[in-house]
């Protein structure tokens, strides 16, 4: 009689090539298995056990850049880049407006938000080119996207972060409105346009006011079509992205848009009393991630806007404030005033809780103010050093920074 195996030992004899045969390359080659690609992962870039934060500081008159670690205190040129009348920092970015369009710089250092968590990438740093946009004005981004408007065009000019990442600077897409001074600003996969003061050369209804300048916003989705309706914003005049959505500052208060899968609203938030005779904040200072602004409010004192609570609060200075920005904590708005001083002013009881002699006196150059989880920074343009605040410590003066020159300063690497 033949001999058989049973059933159950062909199956185990045959496992061992079943496993063969489903293994990976690696496996089989006894390399080890490739490691899942990270969130926010650029090639070329290093992911870092902490944010690789920065200061990029800028001539003026000459577009002369240098970029400065704040772990390690090196210092590398960032470039000459022509006469800068505006920068901004979006992720990587820094965007330098010039005659010539925006001028495109990768600080080197980003950092990715997944909420629960984030992650820190570095690269080397430099330029990558020039978004050309005839009379750029203003520019805006989510770090995805980047818009540069252009008022006499009347139009946006998307570019991607991931074409950026790619060295392409073509442009995307473009969001149409009129021929006037605003803007669009990249938010949650939409874009968020204004248009214009009145019905002349607008698209979506009129409001009244001066046609060359913004009165109200709308939100486009990418094809350019309207999502939300306009919603009135009477001598919008600034913006600045919170927590809970983005905030556009108008002349009687602020509207607060926000989105969440494709819907969107928009909501007012006006000044108590409506602002009782006070000139309304033209710019929105904060620290990134926060849900709290700050502004001049004229000569006289600061406006503070907490997001989260709809609500506006008047902070009387003892000296006419250039550059005001909440800490976000509730408990501190920062400020320059015109002769030298740094303020810490509680938004919760208008006390001036610290006050340090930082800065020359004088309003011709005017100090700008970024602020961090722990630290703020304040250019000094006169004597190009940028100081580096302990804000929780009555404004002590941690490090104080020599630098080219220092009349635009952008905190990078967050």
């Given at each position: 009689?033949?001999?058989?195996?049973?059933?159950?030992?062909?199956?185990?004899?045959?496992?061992?090539?079943?496993?063969?045969?489903?293994?990976?390359?690696?496996?089989?080659?006894?390399?080890?298995?490739?490691?899942?690609?990270?969130?926010?992962?650029?090639?070329?870039?290093?992911?870092?056990?902490?944010?690789?934060?920065?200061?990029?500081?800028?001539?003026?008159?000459?577009?002369?850049?240098?970029?400065?670690?704040?772990?390690?205190?090196?210092?590398?040129?960032?470039?000459?880049?022509?006469?800068?009348?505006?920068?901004?920092?979006?992720?990587?970015?820094?965007?330098?407006?010039?005659?010539?369009?925006?001028?495109?710089?990768?600080?080197?250092?980003?950092?990715?938000?997944?909420?629960?968590?984030?992650?820190?990438?570095?690269?080397?740093?430099?330029?990558?080119?020039?978004?050309?946009?005839?009379?750029?004005?203003?520019?805006?981004?989510?770090?995805?996207?980047?818009?540069?408007?252009?008022?006499?065009?009347?139009?946006?000019?998307?570019?991607?972060?991931?074409?950026?990442?790619?060295?392409?600077?073509?442009?995307?897409?473009?969001?149409?409105?009129?021929?006037?001074?605003?803007?669009?600003?990249?938010?949650?996969?939409?874009?968020?346009?204004?248009?214009?003061?009145?019905?002349?050369?607008?698209?979506?209804?009129?409001?009244?006011?001066?046609?060359?300048?913004?009165?109200?916003?709308?939100?486009?989705?990418?094809?350019?079509?309207?999502?939300?309706?306009?919603?009135?914003?009477?001598?919008?005049?600034?913006?600045?992205?919170?927590?809970?959505?983005?905030?556009?500052?108008?002349?009687?208060?602020?509207?607060?848009?926000?989105?969440?899968?494709?819907?969107?609203?928009?909501?007012?938030?006006?000044?108590?009393?409506?602002?009782?005779?006070?000139?309304?904040?033209?710019?929105?200072?904060?620290?990134?991630?926060?849900?709290?602004?700050?502004?001049?409010?004229?000569?006289?004192?600061?406006?503070?806007?907490?997001?989260?609570?709809?609500?506006?609060?008047?902070?009387?200075?003892?000296?006419?404030?250039?550059?005001?920005?909440?800490?976000?904590?509730?408990?501190?708005?920062?400020?320059?005033?015109?002769?030298?001083?740094?303020?810490?002013?509680?938004?919760?009881?208008?006390?001036?809780?610290?006050?340090?002699?930082?800065?020359?006196?004088?309003?011709?150059?005017?100090?700008?103010?970024?602020?961090?989880?722990?630290?703020?920074?304040?250019?000094?343009?006169?004597?190009?050093?940028?100081?580096?605040?302990?804000?929780?410590?009555?404004l002590r003066v941690a490090r104080t920074f020599d630098v080219p020159a220092a009349d635009f300063l952008l905190e990078t690497g967050l």
């Amino acid at each position: 009689m033949p001999r058989t195996t049973p059933k159950p030992v062909v199956l185990l004899l045959s496992l061992p090539l079943l496993l063969s045969a489903c293994a990976a390359p690696d496996a089989l080659s006894g390399a080890a298995p490739s490691a899942p690609t990270p969130h926010g992962y650029v090639a070329g870039a290093q992911e870092n056990p902490e944010p690789q934060t920065g200061l990029l500081t800028l001539d003026a008159a000459t577009g002369e850049g240098q970029l400065l670690s704040l772990l390690t205190e090196e210092t590398s040129d960032a470039g000459t880049h022509g006469p800068v009348t505006a920068a901004h920092v979006d992720g990587r970015y820094a965007l330098l407006t010039t005659a010539a369009g925006v001028q495109v710089f990768d600080t080197g250092a980003w950092t990715v938000d997944h909420g629960e968590h984030k992650h820190y990438y570095s690269a080397p740093p430099g330029p990558v080119g020039s978004l050309a946009v005839p009379d750029a004005g203003a520019v805006a981004g989510d770090g995805k996207s980047i818009a540069v408007f252009s008022p006499s065009g009347g139009y946006a000019s998307v570019y991607r972060h991931m074409d950026l990442d790619a060295g392409s600077m073509a442009e995307a897409f473009r969001i149409t409105t009129s021929p006037h001074s605003g803007m669009v600003v990249p938010y949650a996969g939409h874009f968020i346009a204004s248009v214009a003061g009145s019905s002349a050369g607008s698209s979506a209804g009129s409001s009244g006011g001066d046609p060359a300048v913004a009165g109200g916003v709308e939100v486009r989705d990418a094809s350019d079509a309207v999502v939300l309706g306009r919603q009135d914003c009477a001598g919008l005049a600034g913006h600045a992205r919170v927590r809970a959505g983005v905030v556009f500052a108008c002349a009687d208060g602020a509207l607060l848009v926000t989105g969440e899968d494709g819907a969107f609203t928009a909501e007012k938030i006006p000044y108590l009393d409506g602002g009782a005779g006070l000139p309304p904040a033209t710019s929105l200072g904060h620290r990134p991630g926060s849900n709290e602004l700050a502004g001049p409010a004229g000569d006289s004192g600061i406006w503070h806007l907490d997001v989260a609570k709809r609500a506006w609060t008047y902070l009387p200075t003892p000296v006419p404030v250039v550059t005001a920005a909440a800490v976000g904590d509730g408990k501190r708005v920062l400020a320059a005033g015109v002769d030298g001083s740094l303020l810490t002013l509680s938004p919760a009881t208008g006390e001036v809780t610290a006050r340090a002699a930082l800065l020359p006196p004088g309003s011709a150059h005017r100090p700008q103010l970024r602020i961090d989880t722990s630290r703020a920074y304040v250019s000094d343009p006169v004597r190009s050093v940028v100081h580096e605040v302990d804000y929780a410590d009555g404004l002590r003066v941690a490090r104080t920074f020599d630098v080219p020159a220092a009349d635009f300063l952008l905190e990078t690497g967050l």
